[in-house]
């Protein structure tokens, strides 16, 4: 491929034609990474008539150009200490680092993190699964809404015409898995569910400003997550805190049931947390 492009010249001169062509054996070692851009630049235009994704104007090799998106939600709700997450003072506090962010709002980002994981389960050409939620691909962008930005990771779900059901997919053992899926650590077959365990890991990170399995190296954390373990979440604490943060408790460990034919899917998510919003802004209201 030939980059054309037409160099303003001194007068009198006629322009001439500048090439900047890339290695074709630099972009064979590398082709993966190309790929990853080219799926992560796909998906993006194929949604971006949603404002739950960040808009795309242009792609080239491992580079884009999005929309403006000034606040990254990572840096908002996982507050830090110099370069280090920040954590509990003692092992027996379970206060959340984040407090200085209040329930209800908490509420509504996770509703709007889960709408828009339903802008990608719900797309109109067929499913397709982000398979790589995490709290660094969230921002919110200008017109305040929370938005997703990145699809390296993204698959568009086959249809079995036959069985007429989506098909199933594979992804490989991930070599650091501790925010992801059970199935996914054993490598079998996989749904757009896994999306959906994936957002209890980010709603916990809302919840708590801490990171799931942070304590553990990543084979201990394999092994816990496919026996089923979670983080421990103090429910009497939290509902004795706020009915908002009751609620994201709920929604979380909804979010990590193991069997992934029992998961819900996202769009029963967003409708729990729409309904759990409009609880708490009457009750909010009510107060004062």
């Known amino acids: 491929v030939i980059f054309k ?38 998906v993006m235009e194929l949604l971006t008539s949603s404002p739950r994704i960040a808009d795309i104007y242009s ?10 998106v000034p606040t990254m939600l990572e840096d908002y709700v996982m507050p830090t200490e110099g370069y280090e997450p920040k954590e509990r003072d003692t092992d027996d506090d379970r206060t959340p680092v984040n407090e200085y ?56 779900l086959l249809w079995d015409a036959k069985e007429e059901r989506y098909c199933t997919f594979l992804n490989g053992v991930p070599p650091d898995g501790s925010l992801r899926a059970p199935e996914e650590i054993i490598d079998a077959p996989l749904t757009e569910k896994i999306d959906v365990y994936a ?41 004795s805190r706020s009915p908002a943060e009751m609620a994201l408790v709920k929604v979380i460990q909804w979010c990590w049931t193991f069997d992934a034919n029992e998961r819900p899917s996202i769009f029963q998510i967003v409708e729990f947390l729409e309904d759990e919003v409009r609880k708490n802004v009457y009750s909010s209201q009510d107060v004062y």
């Open 101 to 156: 962010i209040n329930p209800l709002e908490k509420l509504q980002m996770a509703l709007e993190m889960a709408k828009g994981l339903a802008t990608m389960h719900g797309h109109s050409g067929g499913v397709i699964a982000n398979v790589d939620v995490q709290i660094g691909q969230f921002c919110r962008g200008k017109d305040g809404l929370i938005k997703i930005l990145d699809f390296n990771r993204a698959e568009v």
């Open 199 to 239: 957002l209890g890991n980010l709603i916990y990170s809302v919840l708590t400003g801490l990171l799931v399995n942070r304590n553990f190296e990543t084979e201990k954390a394999h092994r816990r997550i496919t026996h089923g373990k979670t983080e421990n979440i103090d429910v009497d604490y939290f509902d």
């Open 59 to 68: 792609f080239c090799a491992l580079s884009s150009l999005i929309e403006y």
């Open 5 to 42: 492009s037409m160099k303003r010249l001194p007068r009198g001169r006629k322009p001439l034609e500048e090439r900047a062509a890339y290695n074709p054996a630099e972009v064979g070692k590398n082709f993966e990474l190309y790929d990853d851009m080219r799926k992560d630049s796909m």
